[in-house]
């Protein structure tokens, strides 16, 4: 029988090891997870509601139709990991390290992104409202950001706003 | 009383993940053992428990992270390299994150910037990529970025922050106390190589582990 994640996180507070799993239709909130690990992990429909990520690393995940509101994400890793359908809103990100992953129909609002750090990633119609980025040296480095038929390939390193400033600049279809 | 067992740590866990509650909850007094550990031959040095909780919490709350960095400054201060660690008051009533401590450096310094990279082993342990040149690049160049980032005068956060006169105030630190010997040269070289030369930095436990 597959175990929930909450069951595994029970009232743990941090330094989680969690891998090869997979869940759904969870609702975890207030929790604080920090410096954990989580490798090849499957969420499906899940949502993550004040929940304190902070200094953790996520490789191989994968999150479809998932939510994080409120959450802290400060000095994640996440490597290797696809976000398809989701949400992250109201979250704190700085210092956040997106390597070879990949966002599809994504929608990021209300983020501080402080220092943030994406390679070798891409975004695909998704969609970047409110963000705190602005001369907040979030780096984007040898990536791909597609919308509407459009696409750019960021060969180098360039500030996070170049990618803000690509998105603003489609209009609307 | 406080525990004064520290445990043995692999190659594949940082020294700092080791020191917890049964919970996974941070076990500051374990912390706060291993900075007395590093400072034992240091004869003036001095931090009570009560500082060395203050130096691990940001916002109010203790990390790993936040407790690896306080035990470096504080071998800092037990070498005899920086004195005078502590908190950005007016950061931290701002709720602003800029270097990690003010404190007075072996050459003017005000503020401390500490780094703590890993080796191939803890990486891979997380099932991220392992490579030591990657790693010590990034490093190099989210330093140089962070540097650019305070010093860019459109920066709306500088006011809430105490900053650095200039770029030679900020000394940045390296402890590569959670890499092994075996990989502490290439890191080095990796985060200079990173840096291009953009600021002075200084390693510690670079060569062997206090």
Known sequence: MSQTFKSLIGNYKGNLKIAEQTFSDEI??????????????????CSFHKVNFSGS?????????????????????????????????????????FDDTNFNSCQ??????????????????????????????????????????RSIDLKGDFSFDELLKFLKSIPAS | MRSTALQAFGPSQTQASTFNNPDGSVNLDMG?????????????F???????VDLTSEAGESTNDSMRAAISALQ??????????????????????SFDYLADGPNGETHLEI????????????????S???????????????????????????????????????????????????EKQQMESSIKVGLKGAHPILFINNRINR
């Open chain 1, 28 to 45: 975890i909130s207030t929790k604080i997870l920090q410096s954990s690990t989580f490798i090849k992990l499957i969420f499906f429909n």
């Open chain 2, 46 to 52: 001095n931090c009570s428990f009560d500082r060395f």
């Open chain 1, 57 to 97: 690393s996520f490789a191989k995940c994968e999150f479809h139709g998932c939510t994080f509101s409120e959450a802290i994400l400060k000095r994640v890793e996440f490597e290797s990991c696809r976000f398809d359908n989701c949400k992250i809103t109201d979250s704190n990100l700085d210092k956040v390290d």
């Open chain 2, 76 to 97: 800092l201060e037990a070498d005899g390299i920086v004195s005078n660690v502590r908190r950005d008051p007016r950061a931290e009533a701002n709720g602003v994150k």
């Open chain 2, 132 to 182: 030591v040149t990657k790693q010590g690049k990034k490093l190099g160049f989210k330093i140089k970025n962070q540097l650019n980032y305070w010093f860019n005068p459109e920066n709306t956060d500088r006011p809430k922050v105490t900053l650095p006169e200039n770029r030679s105030k900020v000394l940045v630190v390296n402890d590569l106390f959670d890499v092994p010997v075996s």
């Open chain 1, 108 to 149: 990021f609002k209300r983020i501080s992104l402080l220092a943030g750090y994406f390679t070798d990633c891409k975004m695909i119609e998704s969609d970047f409202e409110e963000i705190n980025s602005y001369d907040a040296c979030a780096i984007i480095v040898d990536s791909q950001i597609s919308k509407f038929n």
């Open chain 2, 115 to 130: 780094k703590g990279p890993v080796g191939s082993e803890i990486k891979k342990a997380a099932g991220l990529g392992p």
């Open chain 2, 32 to 44: 706060y053992q291993e900075v007395l550990r590093r400072a034992r031959s240091s004869e003036n």
